[in-house]
């Protein structure tokens, strides 16, 4: 049995800090869940009490031990049409106003994180699925990751069956073959449609290469990085959107934290940042 | 099908990146005052990757009226970093303008090595604005002295704000050893009732650790 406790105080000194540098706020009914993997972290880091294993997280200058926690904090797993209500939200607002304002011109998104391939074979398949201009307006959709390995599985696409479980069975069907195992190979063709390529979000000579986006995915990274990272990743972003772009991050993140470079749009189905149509403050 | 496999990487490189212009220090350091945004964004990124940026970023910084063009340089300068980049940012805690000067708080907190030797001075600053820009720089800041600096301005600021701003951050790090100048900071405002909330909060929630 543990002897350390998270009293009271602590859950809300720590409740506080983790508000102020994150903008993720715990509510009292995720009290077991933070103290949980508080303690996890007191113990891994051979602290005997909270008080001594805050001040050693608050004034570490390297922030790494903060960054631990983030991970346990934000704990997610990748799946198909993961964060549903966004992909809505681009073929019912978002895409309709690009329409509109590029007319039938070629519309490019971009994906990254893309991990092993979910989250833009999921953007893919809604696009075909229920975007009804698909047909008359190209979509160019290119997915990046900082990791050659899962690229490259996102490039085999073979997912197991945790990964397709949300997807409806009739899209199951139509864009996954079974595999042994109770594995799915997705379709050739969405395989060959999406570019996948290495960046690395904070590498500016990687960053230069990506201009003229209309959109990007990227959702549950930010978090992941320390301040100077999110703001040199915010600065990427804003270079590689056309005036007007927008993106889609986590639910639980907010550009408005990192920069005021992009506007919060709010519509009925999520909140997503876009860049002004004009620079000029 | 409409979906296309995405154009050649060196066909969708920007207009910027196609330019013959060699992009050297003096070169980059010219085109920080081009009347064209982009080409000012431009600049001031690529100059993250030159040390002696730091003068001439914060020069334009002080005349730069378009928010994207004042992010790309102060992120450039927190690229570059150091005690440099500090001296010649802390003069904007005094502008005008009230969204740089957040800015400039939030760069100055992630260069704790670099800002610590400041932070005394301006906690003595004349101005209370100034002092209290000061214990905002403190709000996250990762440096092991930022208990000492608040019990400092908790203990000899006369400044009302200052010191609830100080208090307000001790809630976070005050200790049970801080108590007796807690109570002392309460008996010094004994007029001011959110002195007195806040000692209490912080007290309280120190207590519960001792």
Known sequence: ?281 | MALKKARDIQKSKPKEERRSLKRNFQGLINQLNDPDIQIRRWAARELAGFEQAVEPLCRRLQKEQVLSVQESILNSLLTIGGEEVVKNLIPFLRSDDAGLRNKVIEVLQALPEAVAPYIEKLLRDPDSDVRIFAVDILQVLPHAQVPEWLLQVIRTDDHVNVVAAALDRLAEVGTPEMIPALLEVKQRFANEPYIAFAVDTVIERTKSEA
């Open chain 1, 1 to 281: 049995m543990s002897q350390i406790k998270i009293s009271d105080a602590d859950f809300e000194r720590f409740r506080d800090y983790f508000y102020r540098k994150t903008g993720i706020y715990f509510g009292d009914s995720k009290r077991y869940f933070v103290d949980k993997r508080l303690i996890e972290r007191i113990k891994a880091t051979g602290h005997r009490n909270f008080r001594s294993y805050f001040t050693f997280m608050r004034f570490q200058a390297s922030g790494k031990e903060f960054q631990e926690l983030v991970n346990l904090m934000t704990v997610n797993e990748t799946y198909f049409f993961r964060e549903e209500y966004q992909l809505k939200c681009m073929v019912e607002s978002v895409l309709p106003e690009i329409v509109q304002r590029k007319k039938k011109e070629l519309i490019r998104i971009w994906s990254i994180p893309c991990s092993t391939g979910e989250e833009p074979y999921s953007i893919a398949i809604y696009l075909l699925e229920y975007w009804p201009l698909i047909d008359e307006v190209d979509v160019e959709i290119v997915a990046s990751d900082i990791d050659t390995k899962v690229l490259e599985k996102s490039k085999q696409g073979i997912y197991n069956s945790r990964s397709v479980q949300y997807l409806p069975r009739e899209i199951l069907r139509k864009y996954f073959k079974q595999l042994s195992g109770g594995r799915y190979l997705i379709d050739q063709d969405l395989r060959e449609a999406i570019d996948f390529r290495q960046i690395n979000i904070c590498d500016f000579e990687d960053t230069k290469k990506m201009r003229d986006f209309d959109l990007i995915f990227c959702r549950n990274l930010l978090i992941y990085f320390d301040d100077v990272s999110r703001r040199k990743a915010a600065e990427a972003f804003y270079d590689s959107l056309n005036p007007g772009g927008i993106i889609f991050l986590g639910h639980s993140e907010s550009m408005s934290r990192i920069t005021s470079l992009f506007k919060v749009r709010k519509f009925p189905q999520a909140i997503v940042y876009q860049k002004p149509l004009t620079t000029w403050r």
